[in-house]
């Protein structure tokens, strides 16, 4: 940014888990000033005013929008308000990054579409693992053909993590492999089929299990659980060539390809032999995914560009979600568990 450019001023509403992450890296992006923070915990300002002494605060995210300076809102608060607070945004004038998901329901999210639209804003969903450096490789390496033909995917995300109230490990974890997955097919699946248990508060799933099929033929399946021993973040995509891995777990080798498949014997028509070769993870980036997410909010509103993770890229992944959570709930036992 020349000197003489006006920096994008942003303001972060919601400073409880995740808000302060945010606040940071737009606090630290060139070309960026963090001018407002906002939340209605007295006690939470109090907490977080030393460390970005710059920003000013408020309790009402009304006094962000009446503020004539200020480019763009972002949205750290609980899932149930993202849509409603996203459409006060943008036709407030201002430009909105919100986290994930973008809503719970497919309606909803097309209000805050349409919302951006008219205003003429910029509307960016907040899914991280689409701006991490291991998975911009893994895309890469599937869109080479390097895997061959994707036949299926499956991940696991797990740990013994927060229990929440206002949403399942479906809407929670479950966001964040959708969105790979979308990303990583390009294509949204024509079939969704979820199982899940509410082990520990009634009525929220701890542990679901999801399907999805393609038209492509490929197939996804997710293991979601905040009610585990392991801490895992683990894809795995098989293709018909080879086999890659993503572990976000790992310090390093993030990107694993497998040179595993099953070759035509020609010696025998019809025989198949299994190939075990080499082995290989391709170098990554060692940068905080949401420092990359926050730095391409602030470079689209600049460039006027549509994001990576738009609106609409949002809304690919609340259909799936509602779809599944259909599933899940056509599945739901009606009587007391034993």
Not at 215 to 225: D, F, I, P, T, V
Not at 252 to 267: A, H, I, L, Q, W
Request: glycine share 8%.
């Amino acid at each position: 940014m020349s000197t003489s450019e006006t920096p994008v001023r942003v303001g972060v509403v919601g400073l409880g888990h995740w808000g302060p992450n945010l606040a940071r890296n737009f606090a630290a992006i060139s070309g960026c000033e963090l001018a407002w923070l906002c939340d209605g915990s007295e006690e939470v300002r109090q907490r977080w005013a030393p460390t970005f002494p710059g920003a000013r605060m408020s309790a009402d995210i009304q006094q962000l929008l009446d503020d004539p300076q200020l480019d763009a809102v972002i949205l750290a608060t609980p899932v149930p308000t993202h849509a409603t607070l996203a459409v006060t945004v943008l036709r407030a004038g201002k430009h909105c990054f919100v986290e994930k998901p973008l809503a719970q329901t497919v309606v909803d999210a097309q209000r805050a579409i349409d919302a951006a639209e008219d205003a003429g804003k910029l509307l960016m969903v907040g899914h991280l693992l689409e701006y991490h450096p291991a998975v911009v490789s893994l895309k890469q390496i599937v869109a080479s053909g390097e895997l061959g033909t994707p036949y299926y995917l499956y991940g696991n995300r797990l740990n013994l993590g927060v229990l929440r109230s206002d949403e399942n490990a479906l809407w929670s974890l479950g966001a964040h492999d959708v969105s790979v997955v979308l990303a990583l097919l390009d294509e949204e699946p024509v079939e969704c089929f979820a199982r899940g248990e509410s082990y520990v508060r009634p009525g929220v799933e701890d542990v679901v299990f999801c399907y999805m099929r393609f038209a492509s033929g490929a197939a996804a399946h997710l293991h979601l659980s905040w009610l585990d021993p392991h801490k895992e973040r683990r894809l795995t995509i098989v293709g018909s060539r080879r086999m890659a891995t993503f572990d976000d777990m790992a310090l390093e080798g993030k990107v694993t390809v497998y040179d595993k498949g099953f070759d035509e014997d020609v010696r025998s028509w019809g025989e198949y032999l299994a190939r075990s070769g080499d082995i290989r993870s391709p170098q990554i980036a060692n940068t905080e995914p949401l420092r990359l997410e926050c730095e391409h909010f602030v470079d689209c509103i600049r460039t006027g560009t549509a994001p990576r993770s738009d609106g609409r890229s949002g809304l690919r992944v609340v259909r799936v979600l509602e779809a599944l959570q259909l599933s899940l709930h056509a599945a739901a036992p009606t009587g007391p568990r034993p």
